[in-house]
C-alpha cells in the first residue's frame, strides 16, 4: 500500500492556474501507476489525468491541453498543472496510485483537495 497526501489546492479566478501536488510513501512509488480524480458536487467522481509507472499519459477531454500530470520518482510526487482554469473545474480532487485498469485506479488514494474556480 501507498500513503497518499495532496496539497496545492484552493481559491481561484477563472482563467487562473494552480498546481496540485500528490505525495507518496510506504512502497515503491515508481511502480505505481498514479492518477488525478475529481468529484464535483452532484456529479459522479471522474478521472482527470493519469500516468502509468512507464510515463505514458491520460487525459480527460475536458482538460486535454490546460492540465498536465507529471511525476516525480525521486520526490516520490505526483503533480497535476491547472492552466485556464474554468468555474467548471471546482471539485474537490483526489490523488490515486496502484493499478491503472481502464479510467479506474485499484490502490489507495489520498484524503483529496479543494479547487474552488470563481468566475
Known amino acids: 500500500q501507498v500513503q497518499l497526501v495532496e496539497s496545492g489546492g484552493g481559491l481561484v479566478q477563472a482563467g487562473g492556474s494552480l498546481r496540485l501536488s500528490c505525495a507518496a510513501s510506504?512502497?515503491?512509488?515508481?511502480?505505481?501507476?498514479m492518477g488525478w480524480y475529481r468529484k464535483a458536487p452532484g456529479k459522479q467522481r471522474e478521472m482527470v489525468a493519469s500516468?502509468?509507472?512507464?510515463?505514458?499519459?491520460n487525459y480527460a477531454d475536458s482538460v486535454e491541453g490546460r492540465f498536465t500530470i507529471s511525476r516525480d520518482n525521486a520526490k516520490n510526487t505526483v503533480y497535476l498543472q491547472m492552466n485556464s482554469l474554468k468555474p467548471e473545474d471546482t471539485a474537490v480532487y483526489y490523488c490515486?496510485?496502484?493499478?491503472?485498469?481502464?479510467?479506474?485506479?485499484?490502490?489507495?488514494w489520498g484524503q483529496g483537495t479543494q479547487v474552488t474556480v470563481s468566475s
Open positions: 490515486a496510485g496502484g493499478v491503472l485498469s481502464g479510467a479506474t485506479m485499484l490502490g489507495s
Open positions: 510506504g512502497s515503491i512509488f515508481r511502480r505505481k501507476d
Open positions: 500516468i502509468t509507472r512507464g510515463g505514458s499519459t
